[in-house]
């Protein structure tokens, strides 16, 4: 144990989750690289969560992670407390209204097929997401025409004081890839609203979806997914593409050939390499057609 899990575990004596020191982010982020988490914390069920954030000081950084699809972690780690949520948080039911109720650490694609099962159209977007809920519902993703927030009824998490809240849509402040919710929240489930659908009608949406993102996407690769927002009026992968990053390397991190708003890990790339690769592709942009790419992966962590 680390200093910084000694103390926690000495707040906490009624902690029913897991607190491990020094685990290997690299392990968890689709990019297969990064240092470590200071500390790990998986909770056992949100009264664990409420329970660890009541007690956790205000000095202590915390971050919750999901499948870390959409995340590049630096190759100094993570300081203070990675927060990830386990099975007990990815349970998905529906209610018989066409609505499902889903926990955060859900599978993107895992709630597609259940909306499926269960007659309910307007998820098949979520087939080709390769994320948790808890990160769709914090920054809206989105895909083939629809967003997350076409779906929000409700979100439902637990603040840095331990404190459960519920959000409307609306309170969520929906924007392009983004929502207003408080950073210091974090999502536990959420209520979600589709409409009756056929089984045909809904697997033929999911199949058009898995054969764009396997012919169109470098989903074998060792990758963070979308790299760059979309700028308004503009397709991110074009300007890439139009100011010749297309294949583009820095160490052992290139654009990909096949997507060029997808970086990849091509074997031994280092945190610092997929950054610096990200940022030479924003400054060839900028240059080439004055537009200025927004990052849309989460880069969390420090420097080695």
């Given at each position: 144990m680390s200093a910084l899990a000694d103390r926690l575990a000495s707040l906490t004596p009624e902690l029913r989750g897991r607190l491990v020191a020094g685990q290997r982010l690299a392990d968890i982020a689709w990019f297969r690289v990064g240092g470590p988490a200071e500390v790990l914390f998986s909770p056992s069920d949100e009264d664990d969560l409420?329970?660890?954030?009541?007690?956790?000081?205000?000095?202590?950084?915390?971050?919750?992670?999901?499948?870390?699809?959409?995340?590049?972690?630096?190759d100094g780690g993570m300081p203070g407390v990675v927060i990830r949520l386990g099975k007990t948080f990815a349970g998905i039911a529906s209610d018989g209204h066409a609505r499902l109720r889903v926990g955060a650490a859900a599978a993107d694609k895992r709630v597609a097929i259940a909306a499926l099962e269960a007659g309910i159209g307007g998820f098949a977007f979520y087939h080709g997401i390769p994320g948790s809920i808890g990160g769709a519902l914090r920054m809206?993703?989105?895909?083939?025409g629809t967003e997350t927030s076409d779906r929000v009824v409700e979100v439902y998490g637990v603040?840095?004081?331990?404190?459960?809240?519920?959000f409307s849509n609306e309170d969520m402040g929906y924007a392009y890839r983004s929502s207003?919710?408080?950073?210091?929240?974090?999502?536990?489930?959420?209520?979600?609203?589709g409409y009756p659908e056929t089984e045909e009608a809904i697997r033929a949406e999911m199949d058009a979806v898995a054969e764009h993102r396997e012919t169109k996407q470098p989903i074998k690769?060792?990758?963070?997914?979308?790299?760059?927002?979309?700028?308004?009026?503009?397709?991110?992968?074009?300007?890439?593409?139009?100011?010749?990053?297309?294949?583009?390397?820095?160490?052992?991190?290139?654009?990909?050939?096949?997507?060029?708003?997808?970086?990849?890990?091509?074997?031994?790339?280092?945190?610092?390499d997929i950054e610096t690769l990200g940022e030479e592709v924003?400054?060839?942009?900028?240059?080439?057609?004055?537009?200025?790419?927004?990052?849309?992966?989460?880069r969390i962590g420090v420097a080695a």
């Open positions: 409420s329970y660890f954030l009541e007690r956790a000081p205000q000095d202590v950084p915390i971050y919750p992670i999901g499948l870390g699809s959409n995340l590049l972690v630096r809206n993703a989105g895909a083939h603040d840095r004081s331990g404190a459960r809240r519920t207003e919710a408080p950073q210091d929240v974090i999502f536990t489930g959420a209520l979600l609203q690769s060792r990758t963070g997914g979308s790299t760059f927002k979309n700028p308004p009026g503009h397709s991110a992968w074009k300007l890439i593409d139009a100011a010749g990053c297309r294949g583009f390397r820095v160490g052992g991190a290139q654009v990909s050939e096949m997507h060029c708003n997808f970086l990849i890990n091509v074997g031994g790339a280092t945190g610092a924003r400054r060839r942009v900028k240059e080439h057609s004055g537009v200025e790419l927004e990052w849309e992966i989460k």
